[in-house]
């Protein structure tokens, strides 16, 4: 199997990386060389909204020709940005590829409403929203640049489904794990998908450690990062302890 092609997302894997943040994500992608996987200047809609984990599903759009992308496009049940919510499938992210322009929309609340009733578990746009109070209050995580009024139509052209896209100035394959929390939104190429998701789950709980330990007043040297023997054994017991 090629990296890049869809791969079942454990439940295992999908429980430990909504435990962990972006982040940490982001700090365990680092050591292995890859440094761009955060999609840039995406923001959530909801400010409550819960951890976002899935398996992307890809949407491109590329500047609409008129001609081309009249009201009448809709009328097409193969029409990519239609097609795309339809088969998005649960479980994954549909990731839309609007080439960071947000002068019109990426899709509105009936489009990321018909995506929640089949169970996709969010939805991100390097461009923008119409309807963006109603998509807030979905409950589904969304993530986009910022809000648009203007119809998709104006600008973007709905041109392929489920291709390797630029989002955020970040690659994204097909079948990518996406982890997005309040910080943003991280890209987790698919064959690192359980490892990152171990090393993670393991990082979150030392980080805890440390935070309780900075909270009570202790210095950050030999603590982190744990150079200190004495770290090492005082967070075995805290382990032990909670449990973790």
Not at 221 to 244: C, H, I, M, S, V
Request: charged share 25%.
């Amino acid at each position: 199997m090629r990296e890049h092609e869809m791969t079942k997302l454990s439940e295992a894997t999908r429980n430990k990386l909504k435990s962990v943040s972006t982040a940490t994500v982001a700090t365990a992608l680092f050591k292995r060389g890859l440094r761009i996987q955060m999609i840039q200047d995406v923001h959530p809609l909801g400010a409550d909204q819960p951890t976002m984990v899935g398996e992307a599903f890809t949407l491109r759009y590329m500047p609409a020709r008129e001609d081309l992308n009249t009201i009448d496009v809709f009328k097409d049940r193969s029409h990519p940005q239609r097609k795309a919510v339809e088969d998005c499938p649960p479980g994954s992210v549909l990731v839309m590829d609007s080439r960071k322009d947000a002068r019109a929309a990426s899709a509105g609340a009936i489009l990321v409403t018909r995506l929640m009733k089949r169970g996709v578990a969010g939805v991100v746009t390097d461009g923008g929203f119409r309807d963006s109070a109603e998509i807030a209050k979905l409950g589904i995580p969304a993530y986009h640049h910022r809000p648009s009024a203007p119809t998709n139509l104006t600008l973007h052209q709905a041109i392929e489904i489920n291709v390797p896209i630029g989002c955020g100035d970040a690659p994204v394959f097909p079948g990518d794990v996406i982890l997005g929390d309040a910080d943003g939104v991280i890209v987790i190429p698919a064959h690192l998908a359980d490892e990152i998701a171990n090393e993670t789950f393991e990082m979150t709980a030392f980080e805890d450690f440390v935070t309780e330990e900075v909270g009570k007043g202790r210095g950050i040297f030999g603590l982190y990062p744990a150079t200190d023997p004495q770290t090492l054994t005082d967070f075995a017991e805290w382990r032990k302890k909670n449990g973790r």
